[in-house]
């Protein structure tokens, strides 16, 4: 589960526990607070799947396996292995820039 599919779930999740808290007791008050201690519930939820998740059978295999970087990729951009363009690409860019202008 990647963050965005979590944050998608959590707002949904809190709009119809609100929604429906809201509902069934007519309290705007009762409502933000069911769907606080909802979000709490949620937040404690995740924390727990996160510790299984790392501390699994077989996660300390996937951490062996980490896929080499790309050339270019942000990794080499961030360790500094290679400069952001090399000379040969800034040419191919111009003459690129300059097909296109045409």
Same mark, same amino acid.
Not at 51 to 56: G, V
Not at 58 to 69: C, I, L, S, V, Y
């Given at each position: 589960?990647?963050?965005?599919?979590?944050?998608?779930?959590?707002?949904?999740?809190?709009? !119809? $526990?609100?929604?429906?808290? %809201?509902? =069934?007791?007519?309290?705007?008050?009762?409502?933000?607070? @069911?769907?606080?201690? +909802?979000? !709490? $519930?949620?937040?404690?939820? %995740?924390? =727990?799947?996160?510790?299984?998740?790392?501390?699994?059978? @077989?996660?300390?295999? +996937?951490?062996?396996?980490?896929?080499?970087?790309?050339?270019?990729?942000?990794?080499?951009?961030?360790?500094?292995?290679?400069?952001?363009?090399?000379?040969?690409?800034?040419?191919?860019?111009?003459?690129?820039?300059?097909?296109?202008?045409?």
């Amino acid at each position: 589960m990647n963050v965005l599919q979590f944050l998608v779930g959590m707002l949904t999740m809190s709009f !119809i $526990v609100a929604i429906s808290t %809201y509902w =069934a007791t007519g309290s705007i008050w009762k409502a933000t607070g @069911g769907t606080v201690i +909802a979000l !709490i $519930v949620l937040q404690i939820g %995740y924390f =727990a799947y996160l510790l299984w998740a790392a501390n699994r059978p @077989g996660a300390e295999a +996937a951490e062996d396996a980490t896929p080499r970087a790309l050339p270019g990729s942000a990794m080499e951009l961030v360790s500094g292995s290679r400069a952001f363009f090399q000379p040969s690409e800034i040419t191919w860019r111009r003459r690129n820039a300059a097909k296109t202008n045409r």
